[in-house]
């Protein structure tokens, strides 16, 4: 069965990249250079979390929702 979770990728100053997971929390990544390399990253973060909590019988928390991106101007 594939989960599929919406991730948050930010952008540094520095122009690094940075990804986290909403429905995930405390699955985040920092210091890449670029977006490819953070949603690599943020992947296998997200696989190790979901292993972790099947290891510990906890339940994996279901997508909650969904980002989008809107035009403000």
Known sequence: ??????????RAED?????YVPDLPGVG????TTRDEARES????IQM???GLREDGLPIP??????IEV???
């Open 1 to 10: 069965m594939t989960i599929q979770y919406d991730v948050a990728y930010e």
């Open 15 to 19: 122009g690094g990249w940075g990804a």
């Open 29 to 32: 990544v920092v210091g890449y």
């Open 42 to 45: 943020i992947r296998q973060a």
């Open 49 to 51: 979390q979901i292993a």
């Open 62 to 67: 279901t997508p909650s929702g969904e980002f």
């Open 71 to 73: 035009d403000a101007a």
